[in-house]
């Protein structure tokens, strides 16, 4: 970017000279990124640091086949779509700056095979999958430290099967395969379904 300046050395003696001025890379581009934003109608000065909302935090079921055989194959009835199959780590009706929630330490998790599992009902008659995941726990207490709320006496990760109940009373035999979770999916609230 140039800039003209008048240099007057005495009376009647006048010099225009121009003096190069030495672009800035980080303004050059900011004015770019400002003339775009403004060619699409934006105001750039709008454009800013987001503020608090609402937080849910989910990870999907990879594998979410393998756990539906299991379940037809013990009686359950209406089963989730598969892309519904998830686990939620977050749950935050109180509004929190979601880039204070810092980041997972993997983008998937694989609960292997084994350990405690168990079916049970919450609510209204979800039938949910119960498991153990410190990674999980972890995650959720770290939501928690930065602010997040959590409206339940405790935290459990689980995976919600159907909202129709079991036809047979008996609990039938829990899923023992590996569970694998793929990365985690921030969104505001939007239900009260977790």
């Known amino acids: 970017m140039a800039d003209q300046n008048h240099f007057i050395w005495g009376e009647g003696d006048e010099m225009e000279v121009t003096i190069e001025q030495p672009s800035d890379p980080i303004q050059d581009e900011i004015d770019r990124i400002d003339a775009i934003l403004r060619e699409a109608g934006e105001d750039p000065d709008m454009i800013g640091d987001a503020g608090p909302a609402s937080l849910y935090v989910s990870r999907r079921v990879l594998n979410a086949a393998d756990i539906l055989r299991w379940a037809r194959a013990q009686g359950y009835k209406d089963l989730l779509a598969p892309d519904d199959l998830h686990v939620t780590i977050c749950y935050s009706t109180k509004p929190v700056d979601w ?96």
């Not at 292997?112 to 153990?132: C, I, K, S």
């Open 99 to 194: 880039m204070q929630m810092g980041q997972p330490w993997d983008e998937t998790i694989e609960i292997p095979a084994g350990g405690p599992r168990m079916v049970d009902t919450f609510g209204e008659g979800a039938q949910v999958l119960l498991f153990a995941s410190h990674s999980l726990k972890w995650r959720h207490e770290e939501f928690l430290r930065e602010g997040a709320s959590w409206d339940y006496a405790e935290y459990q990760p689980h995976i919600t099967l159907t909202y129709t109940k079991r036809e047979s009373e008996t609990p039938g035999q829990p899923y023992t395969g590996k569970i694998v979770l793929g990365p985690e999916i921030f969104e505001e609230i939007k239900s009260d379904a977790i």
